[in-house]
């Protein structure tokens, strides 16, 4: 193994487990060719998978089951946004879901990017990749871009008295004021929606 393809996986396994990486992340270590050559040869020696295209992460097996373990699914997508610079998110039905709002299951991996739109296939799973304005990504934090998100897939004519009482549940008091600043980024029927969230009556 070349002194190249031993720093590149002394990088990745030391990394948290099921960390996907990019070629970027190893351009400190040599030229953009060099570190696509070591990269390569260890995907064909079996020391790192390629989960999508460009994209690398170490083999990990189940020691029960004596299998590969794929990269986790949200890490991958994690890493296409580093690739790109565009900023990725779960989708709104996600977000909906995980609040309580909506007791569908996404049927297809969906997630809201500042990015162009891409689908890809990983692990045998169909992602997309659904670009959105920037501005609706923009929140002052992750709990309220899910509680915008979550509003915003809802749609307006399916905010009734017990999706308010929902979201009242899932925000804080404390967090009303930021909550409101961050809904000017989206139309504004979620703003009003909002607006009944925080009256908190």
Excluded: C
């Excluded at 002394?10 to 990486?21: C, D, G």
């Excluded at 696509?36 to 097996?61: N, W, Y």
């Excluded at 699914?73 to 690739?83: H, I």
């Excluded at 304005?133 to 899910?146: D, G, K, Y």
């Amino acid at each position: 193994m070349s002194a190249l393809s031993a720093q590149l996986l002394t990088r990745a396994k030391s990394a948290p487990s099921q960390r996907v990486w990019t070629t970027a992340d190893f351009l400190d270590l040599g030229s953009r060719a060099a570190v696509d050559q070591a990269l390569s040869r260890l995907v064909r020696r079996g020391a790192l998978a390629r989960p999508a295209r460009g994209l690398f992460a170490v083999r990990r097996k189940s020691e029960r089951l004596g299998i590969d373990l794929p990269a986790k699914l949200d890490e991958v997508v994690d890493a296409l946004g580093r690739r790109t610079g565009a900023t990725v998110v779960p989708s709104g039905a996600t977000f909906a879901n995980q609040l309580g709002l909506s007791t569908q299951v996404p049927m297809r991996a969906t997630f809201q990017t500042s990015g162009r739109t891409r689908r890809y296939q990983i692990g045998g799973v169909s992602v997309e990749l659904r670009h959105v304005s920037p501005r609706r990504l923009a929140a002052s934090s992750p709990h309220n871009l899910a509680v915008l998100s979550a509003i915003a897939y809802l749609g307006k004519t399916s905010i009734n008295d017990a999706a308010i009482t929902r979201l009242q549940a899932a925000t804080d008091p404390s967090d009303d004021a930021a909550l409101l600043s961050d809904a000017r980024n989206h139309p504004a029927w979620v703003m009003e929606v909002v607006r009944r969230v925080i009256a908190r009556e």
